[in-house]
C-alpha cells in the first residue's frame, strides 16, 4: 500500500498543534516505510539541536520515539523506543526541560528520578531497561508525547504564570497560519491521522 504521506514531508510541528494533544497507538508492524521515518526523525532531531523526538512531533499517531542524549549523530547512543511502556518509577528530581515543538520555551518540571522502561527496538527486539539521570527524564518526556502531554502541562502554577505569555504567542502563530490555510484544518488534520492508524494500528 502506498503511504499515507511522505517521508520528505515530515517536520516537527509545533503547539498548539492538535496532533500533540493526540493519544498515540501501539504500532503493529514496522516496514521499509515506517524505518525511513524514524530515520528521518533523527535527522530532525539533530537539526534542531535536540535530544529526543516523539512520533506525534512530526504528525504521526504512533506510540514511538527516538533518543540520543548525547544530541549528536557522530557520538552517543541512538535508542528507538517502539510501543513503550513506563514502571516502577522511584525518586524524585527537577530539572529545566525544553521542547521541540515549544522552540525557545524552558522550564523546570519534576520527575520521577528512575524509571524501567520496556518496549520494542526498531529490529522488534524487547527492550526492558532501567534509566536514570538525563536519560530517565527524555524517556518521560517523550513517552509523555505520546499520551498527549507537554512539559508545560507539568509546570508548577507559579512558573506557568510566568511563561503564560510566551505560550499564548504560539497558540495566535498557528491560528495564523490555520486563516492563511498554510496548514490543514484540525478536521483534515484528524482524518490523515485515522488513515494512518488504520494502515499501521
Ligand atoms: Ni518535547
Known amino acids: 500500500m502506498k503511504p499515507v504521506s511522505g517521508v520528505a514531508e515530515l ?8 496532533t500533540l494533544r493526540h493519544v498515540s497507538k501501539p504500532l503493529r508492524t514496522v516496514d521499509r516505510t515506517i524505518r525511513q521515518y524514524i530515520e528521518k526523525m533523527f535527522e530532525l532531531m539533530y537539526a534542531a539541536k535536540g535530544i529526543g523526538l516523539a512520533a ?20 552517543g547512543k541512538e535508542l528507538v523506543f517502539i510501543n513503550p511502556v513506563l514502571k516502577s518509577p522511584r525518586g524524585q ?19 520521577p528520578e528512575k524509571v524501567q522502561v520496556t518496549g ?29 502531554t507537554l512539559f508545560i502541562d507539568r509546570l508548577d502554577e507559579n512558573e ?32 490523515r491521522l485515522a488513515a494512518l492508524e488504520r494502515q499501521y494500528c
Open 56 to 75: 506525534n512531533q512530526v504528525d504521526l499517531p504512533f506510540q514511538l520515539f527516538v533518543v540520543n542524549p548525547e544530541g549528536v549523530q557522530s557520538s
Open 120 to 148: 520494542f527496538d526498531l529490529h522488534g527486539n524487547e527492550i526492558n531497561m532501567i534509566a536514570e539521570g538525563l536519560l530517565a527524564r527524555v524517556i518521560q518526556h517523550e513517552f509523555d508525547h505520546l499520551q498527549g
Open 160 to 191: 506557568k504564570k510566568q511563561l503564560a505569555e510566551q505560550i499564548d504567542e504560539f497558540d495566535i502563530e498557528i491560528r495564523n497560519l490555520q486563516a492563511a490555510n498554510k496548514i490543514p484544518s484540525d478536521k483534515e488534520i484528524a482524518e
Open 93 to 111: 528530581a527537577s530539572a529545566e526541560e525544553g521542547c521541540l515543538s515549544l522552540p525557545g520555551l524552558y522550564g523546570e518540571v519534576a520527575r
Open 11 to 18: 517536520n516537527i510541528i509545533h503547539y498548539p498543534h492538535p
